[in-house]
């Protein structure tokens, strides 16, 4: 993971200051979070799970954001999005994409051209 997590941290560094939209998609659900990036960290996971089904490390995305749901899009908790490191995970980047996929779930980071600065 240590080359993927370089690959992501200059991906993500990149893109700080701009509106990411995330799409997470697990098990066939599909989650969408659009948030500003202030900043991002490794960092141990805020919630341990005592069965140990959750890896103990998880990129951290800083920002104000929302929780895109079917109805009012919700704040996002505590203003940090969290992507759990499990197992192996493969990290592919393109222009204003980036793709990490861990064993447990897909995400997608969509940087939104043209939204520098505050809303």
């Not at 929780?67 to 940090?80: C, K, N, R, S, W």
């Amino acid at each position: 993971m240590q080359q993927s997590y370089q690959e992501v941290e200059a991906w993500l560094q990149n893109h700080v200051n701009r509106t990411l939209l995330i799409q997470k998609i697990e098990d066939g659900d599909t989650d969408q979070v659009e948030m500003f990036l202030e900043g991002s960290r490794l960092g141990e996971q805020m919630h341990h799970d005592p069965d140990d089904f959750v890896a103990d490390r998880a990129l951290l995305l800083q920002g104000a954001g929302k929780v895109m749901t079917d109805g009012e899009p919700a704040e996002l908790p505590q203003a940090v999005f969290e992507i759990p490191l499990s197992g192996e995970c493969r990290v592919s980047s393109e222009g204003d994409r980036l793709r990490i996929k861990t064993e447990r779930a897909s995400y997608d980071l969509i940087s939104q051209q043209g939204s520098q600065g505050h809303h």
